[in-house]
């Protein structure tokens, strides 16, 4: 295929991918774009030049109208972006609507309304039990009847790129004295995948399982921040709060839910059954592959493929109870983890809960993050040409804590 833009083999994102981003010039105004290569392609104005219908929505400084024009909505413009930009006998047409990535600032590009996570990788379930609890079942007994998860806040997910200030909060004594306060000593992260609601729904009716792609517009990479020491002595009886609370990192890109198709697979056989509202009406395991570079090492690659849960039935589970959705609401995979050594998706699981520290090519050694790391996370996926797509990256650095 002859593009109208030039894309380098290995690039994150071919025309497959088209992911949804928002961008500033010199001039600071925020503007939707669509990602293509190492460019930016102005949705507005192309959307202008080409006579399409959702100009108005894709003039506004954030996707979350343009989110809640629903999945017909989705597909015209997408497809007229897909057309432009795979048309090689004029490149002329697009041009001046294409901006340099290395030149443009990247924002937030939604208004989180709700934020919600999840725990549904059962190799990351299991090694925490073993580590955390290790003289009982690793799995809870709820586990596997139901996608355990925990509401966060919105008003702390934060772009890629934002520094990570260690929160403080009361942790456990050592030697089981009493309960001490100040900066958190197990500063941990959590490799996820964050899926976007772009249609709402009513309050009191639930969101069955098959109407997954008609509510949610897409997917980006999520860093779920981790205090465990302030975690582990909060959690009971009511689950995680202050110990997650303080950042949840997110990728700039959004990548668009039918860039994802040929990603698609089978998740893994569930035993026991689960409940009919929760039986897969279509295969939303997703063939995704993490990876998690540490002060400049890559130290793990998860597999998303082994999620147990899958995003349609968070989903489902979500709103069995009749809660609402929004537009803008966020929801995380929870942490990516693999069966094996080098899959682990966060750090407690990496280094044995501090035990077993990393040892760096310079020398020096981690159990948990330490003022001034930098972390980031990317992801890859099948793409519909026989190559690989990509999400772009999740980064952020641990800034010192604040006094109190």
């Not at 924002?107 to 073993?130: C, I, K």
Request: charged share 20%; net charge negative.
């Amino acid at each position: 295929m002859s593009l109208a833009v030039p894309v380098p083999e290995q690039s994150d994102f071919p025309i497959d991918c088209l992911p949804y981003c928002l961008f500033s010039t010199g001039d600071g105004r925020r503007r939707i774009g669509v990602a293509i290569g190492d460019h930016v392609l102005d949705a507005a104005a192309t959307a202008v030049a080409a006579g399409l219908p959702e100009v108005a929505v894709l003039g506004a400084a954030s996707l979350n109208e343009f989110m809640a024009g629903g999945p017909g909505s989705w597909r015209r413009v997408r497809e007229l972006f897909t057309e432009w930009l795979s048309d090689g006998a004029q490149p002329g047409r697009v041009e001046p609507y294409l901006h340099p990535r290395e030149q443009l600032s990247l924002h937030l590009p939604f208004e989180v309304a709700d934020y919600v996570d999840f725990y549904s990788s059962e190799h990351h379930a299991t090694n925490l039990g073993r580590i955390l609890r290790p003289d009982s079942p690793p799995l809870t007994p709820n586990w596997k009847h139901l996608p355990v998860g925990y509401h966060g806040r919105a008003g702390t997910v934060v772009v890629s790129g934002t520094p990570v200030v260690r929160p403080h909060g009361q942790h456990g004594g050592r030697g089981g004295g009493a309960p001490v306060f100040g900066p958190s000593e197990r500063l941990d992260i959590e490799a996820e995948v964050g899926f976007l609601v772009g249609v709402g729904s009513r309050l009191g009716e639930p969101v069955p399982i098959e109407a997954f792609s008609e509510h949610v517009f897409g997917a980006l990479l999520l860093n779920d921040w981790s205090a465990r020491d302030i975690q582990a002595f909060e959690y009971v009886p009511l689950g995680p709060f202050l110990g997650k609370s303080f950042a949840t990192s997110v990728s700039p890109f959004v990548v668009p839910l039918a860039a994802l198709e040929a990603a698609r697979l089978d998740p893994p056989p569930r035993e026991p059954p689960v409940q009919a509202y929760l039986a897969d009406a279509e295969p939303w395991g997703l063939d995704l592959r993490l990876e998690i570079e540490w002060n400049g090492t890559v130290v793990s690659r998860p597999p998303f493929s082994t999620m147990y849960w899958t995003p349609a039935q968070q989903l489902a589970h979500m709103t069995v109870n009749g809660a609402a959705l929004r537009t803008g609401d966020l929801y995380g995979s929870g942490t990516v983890s693999g069966p094996g050594a080098g899959e682990e998706g966060s750090f407690v699981e990496l280094t044995r809960n501090g035990t077993e520290p990393l040892k760096f090519p310079d020398g020096s050694e981690r159990g948990f993050l330490e003022d001034g790391d930098v972390v980031r996370i990317r992801a890859t996926a099948p793409g519909t040409g026989g190559h690989r797509l990509g999400f772009g990256e999740v980064a952020g650095e641990v800034r010192p804590a604040r006094p109190v």
